[in-house]
């Protein structure tokens, strides 16, 4: 059973739908002890990194979250969710994050159109289980005005696309993985990243 952390700051249904269009049993849930009995956990998140992180502070989320994980269970990060695994964000100020992954979010720059939004290209960086059955250069959807910087870890980059600068668009470490862009929005390509998660994980 694959938990859904619900913190009121994510796409929910539409992710859902596609899990059980796959056949993957999800649950959606603020419940500690529901995530701790979980198989795996999926940190979804759409909106602002401070509203996000105060209110899975304010739910006790936080140190769940890093628990689990230190205990080594697999953990998806999508979009937000994906920043929120950062140690700092410099959306509208400067905020700690839950710490998985060395790094920082920032604002893409002024060079391109903000927010990043609509279909575009990844490129693999190194060879990965999520990329079975899936052609070069896909097209996903992206919509987001922060991307990963700083000092983060590149040996963790996966997968990124093009827009002006490098954004980091899938990155692993262990078993955590962080997906910028929205899989479950993402079509067929999206459907198969989600199933080859599946597969890695179990």
């Given at each position: ?10 796409n ?6 596609a ?48 628990e689990e994980?230190m205990?080594?269970?697999?953990i998806?990060g ?5 920043q929120?695994?950062?140690e ?11 710490g ?9 720059p ?31 959807y992206?919509?987001?005005s922060?991307?990963?910087?700083g ?7 996966v ?20 997906m ?23």
């Amino acid at each position: 059973m694959i938990a859904i952390i619900d913190y009121d700051a994510g796409n929910i249904k539409s992710l859902q739908f596609a899990l059980n269009k796959l056949k993957m049993e999800s649950v959606l849930t603020k419940d500690p002890e529901i995530i701790k009995n979980s198989s795996s956990i999926i940190l979804p998140g759409v909106g602002a990194f401070k509203d996000a992180i105060a209110s899975l502070n304010e739910l006790g989320m936080t140190e769940v979250i890093r628990e689990e994980v230190m205990n080594g269970k697999p953990i998806l990060g999508i979009c937000l969710g994906m920043q929120l695994f950062y140690e700092t964000s410099y959306e509208d100020g400067e905020w700690e994050g839950i710490g998985l992954l060395k790094g920082s979010v920032n604002r893409i720059p002024d060079i391109v159109k903000v927010p990043h939004m609509g279909w575009n290209t990844i490129q693999k960086h190194q060879e990965s289980p999520l990329f079975h059955n899936i052609s070069e250069g896909p097209f996903v959807y992206f919509v987001h005005s922060y991307a990963i910087g700083g000092n983060y870890e590149k040996d963790t980059l996966v997968s990124s696309s093009q827009y002006g600068i490098t954004v980091p668009a899938i990155v692993q470490k262990g078993n955590v993985t962080g997906m910028q862009f929205h899989p479950e929005k993402s079509g067929d390509v999206g459907l198969q990243l989600l199933k080859n998660y599946e597969e890695m994980i179990s």
